[in-house]
C-alpha cells in the first residue's frame, strides 16, 4: 500500500501529510494514539479514523484491522514511533507514521474537523483552561 510512497528511516515508512490524506481517503484508516485529552478540539478529517490513545496500544492493539493499511499519527510523529515498532512487534506489517503528526498536518492546511469549545488558553501549562464558546 506504501509502495513509492513516504521515506524510511530504519524501518519505518513516514508519510508526509499530503500523502496520508491521500492515503487515508481511499482504502487506508487513520490511527490517532493522542490520549483522550488532547483529541477534543481538532480531530483529522478523513474518511475513517479510529482512536487507540498510545497508552492504551498495549490493551488494544487485538481490535485493530489487520487487513488494511494503518497511518499511525498523534500531535507531532513522536509516540506514533513508538506505537508502530509496537506493533511492528505484534505482527503488523502494513503501517506507516504520519510525519509531523498533526501539527504538520495543520500546516499544510490539511481538512480537520475543530470545536472551539474544547480549546485551551493560558499564558503558561499551569494556568491552561478550557476556552468557551461566547455566547451573545
Known sequence: ?????????????HLTPKEAYELCNQESIMVDVREDFMVG???????????????KINELYKNLPTDVALVIADATGIHSKEVINFLTE????????????LV???RDNLPLQVDISEMLTGSCMCQLKQRHKKIN
Open 1 to 13: 500500500m506504501f509502495k513509492n510512497k513516504g521515506f524510511k528511516i530504519g524501518n519505518i515508512t
Open 104 to 106: 504538520e498536518w495543520e
Open 41 to 55: 478540539c481538532k480531530i483529522f478529517d478523513v474518511k475513517q479514523t479510529l482512536y487507540c490513545p498510545a497508552s
Open 90 to 101: 505484534k505482527g503488523f506489517k502494513n503501517i506507516a507514521n504520519l510525519a509531523g503528526g
